[in-house]
Nanobody, 123 residues
Framework: QVQLVESGGGLVQAGGSLRLSCAASGRDFTSYAWIRQAPGKEQEFLAA????????VYADSVKGRFTMSRDNAKNTVNLQMNSLKPEDTAVYYCAADRRTGVPSRVISSYDFWGQGTQVTVSS
């Protein structure tokens, strides 16, 4: 059974940090992404990484604040979020692909999705 399970969301004050994790099971994914959706807004690509963790790409809006990493031993991907802002409030989703090993900024590239975890940043 294919599963992506996010954890680590919560409430944090502006300027604080959170670390999201996504546990993957069920098949050999070749790339992963973090994508968020705020109320009333479209999905927004944040970061992506290939299966080995050797290649990452970031959206300009989070570059320098967010870091995506891969733990192959635990089969997880993580998103370290620093200097959080109220506008980072959203549901954060882990997504995965098994067609290409190149991390993509294109949201439709990812066929498998987790259930999402809420991140709320208070001002």
């Amino acid at each position: 059974q294919v599963q992506l399970v996010e954890s680590g969301g919560g409430l944090v004050q502006a300027g604080g940090s959170l670390r999201l994790s996504c546990a993957a099971s069920g098949r050999d994914f070749t790339s992963y992404a973090w994508i968020r959706q705020a109320p009333g807004k479209e999905q927004e690509f944040l970061a992506a990484i290939n299966w080995s963790g050797s290649s990452t790409v970031y959206a300009d809006s989070v570059k320098g604040r967010f870091t995506m990493s891969r733990d192959n031993a635990k089969n997880t991907v993580n998103l370290q979020m620093n200097s959080l802002k109220p506008e980072d409030t959203a549901v954060y989703y882990c997504a995965a692909d098994r067609r290409t090993g190149v991390p993509s900024r294109v949201i439709s590239s990812y066929d498998f999705w987790g259930q999402g975890t809420q991140v709320t940043v208070s001002s």
